[in-house]
């Protein structure tokens, strides 16, 4: 019988299948609902492209939830399919999390090693904190595309600090930690991308008074810098190519694609195995224990549907209640406004995000793409929103999806924190944008599409929390979730970095 069973290969089940397999007498069985080709060298070459997003309407190799939530549905899962952005998460993240797992396990000097275990650092290997021999190559573009360059270039006329490693180990932690600042800047001809007007803001230097109109002080945790990415010759090194294909010939691991895991079989409160449909087949598949990396939507939806949830909407949905838990009751994203302005096509085609600028829990994203023909995305993203989501099942049929409701601005913090993002934009943009108020707020609302905290981790004890500092589902044996539904709080980088740390985590203590 297998040892382990992992549901999903994407981000996280990638990291856990190859960790586990490492010990010749654990056989790993990984089960995904999307394409798993045999080899690197069978993958589609755009999939390979980290200037490609596949994300579209035409995209075979996503899953579709209602209100544009997207999540990569294929070997890799949404790593295979993201930007290669891989920021890591501020020591105060960790310090949070930490607090609300209840545990040290997840305090920033508990998970810098892994962090550094698990990179190839091109540009800061040797710095403290980074690693040289890891499996993720991660790099920094040299030759930014003119729209990235002009972005820095405004913001450091504006007084912003750069940031020379945004993965540095006290980047964001206090004063002087990571950052430098930029000289004066050479006289330019302003506005060659942004447009003609200088800022009222021009030369002040981090640390100065507040943005004026923005109400945002430009503490010295604040800056901007290159992105660090996920990347190698060219190609995005997503957790398939750099932790799951390099392990594919072992003879205790197993991957099977196009199957789709519909409930989890249980023996009073331990589960046993799975049940699953490939095509028109239906299959069960017993293990000595399971772990879910199906992300934060399916993971949800995968223990609702086994009795794993709130008792009335199970009850409601003609479920046997196995185990009461407040699945779906809390979830978190990263809400993003879009400010579209003319500007030139780009030469050529590169990773879609260089530069940013992160101004405490705002991250300003100059996009490299056209989303919109003739128009540049400056995307103003809120990372710690105040307003919770929620997931909800609303049918038993797997092939229904969750419904997710974000609850976007329904704080009046979130939409005070995300207008002053907007106008700094608007002024590093030198684009007059008149009143933002709510309703404009709303038509220029979009998502990061960084969900997370579905099955959020804490204490017993905890009446929110759905799995322990283990991962370890509350109330049922042998089951543990290792995936971004499990984040106790929301996180102030893009999640991928802070994935595969915590699959490594997971795994680590599960191999034990």
Known sequence: MT?????????AGCVVAARLSAD????????????????????????????????????????????NLVRGKLIGGSGAVNGSYFIRPPAADFAAWSAAADSPLWSYEAVLPFFAALETDRDFGAEPGHGTHGPVPVERTADPAPVSRAFADSCAEAGFAEIADLNGVSAGMGPSHGCEVRAEPPAREVGREFGAAPPEWVGRRAGGPSTPGAGIGVARADGF??????????RRAGPALTHLY??????????????????????????VGVEWSRGR????????????????????????????????????????VVEPAPVGAWCTDHPEIGIEYPGPAPGRSTVALEYVLELDDLELRPYTAMFTPGLRRLGVALMTPDAPGQLTLVSADPAV???????????????????????????????????????????HLGTSQHLSGTCRMGPADDPRAVVDAGGRVHGIEGLTIADLSVLPVPIRRGPQAAVLLLAAVIAERHAV
């Open 401 to 443: 999806p969750a419904r997710i409701d974000q609850g976007y601005l329904r704080a009046a913090r979130d939409r005070g924190r995300l207008r002053a993002g907007v106008r700094t934009a608007a002024e590093l943009l030198r684009l007059p944008l008149g009143e933002i108020d709510d309703d404009w707020l709303r038509a």
């Open 24 to 67: 010749p007498a654990h056989t790993v069985l990984v089960l995904e609902a999307g394409p798993v080709w045999a080899s690197v060298a069978r993958i589609p070459a755009p999939l390979l492209d980290p200037g490609h997003l596949p994300v579209g309407p035409e995209s075979p190799v996503v899953w579709r939830y209602p209100g």
């Open 281 to 320: 087949e239906r299959g069960t598949t017993f293990a000595d224990d399971v772990i879910v990396c199906a992300g934060a939507v399916e993971s949800a939806a995968l223990l609702m549907r086994s009795g794993i949830g709130p008792e009335p909407l199970l009850r409601s949905l003609g479920l046997p």
């Open 3 to 11: 040892s382990t069973l992992v549901v999903g290969a994407g981000s």
């Open 246 to 271: 390099p392990a594919m010939a072992r003879s205790n691991l197993t991957v099977t694609g196009g199957t789709t895991v519909t409930r989890l079989l249980l023996r009073g409160s331990r589960v």
């Open 225 to 234: 810098g290159r992105v660090p990415l996920a990347v190698a010759g060219g």
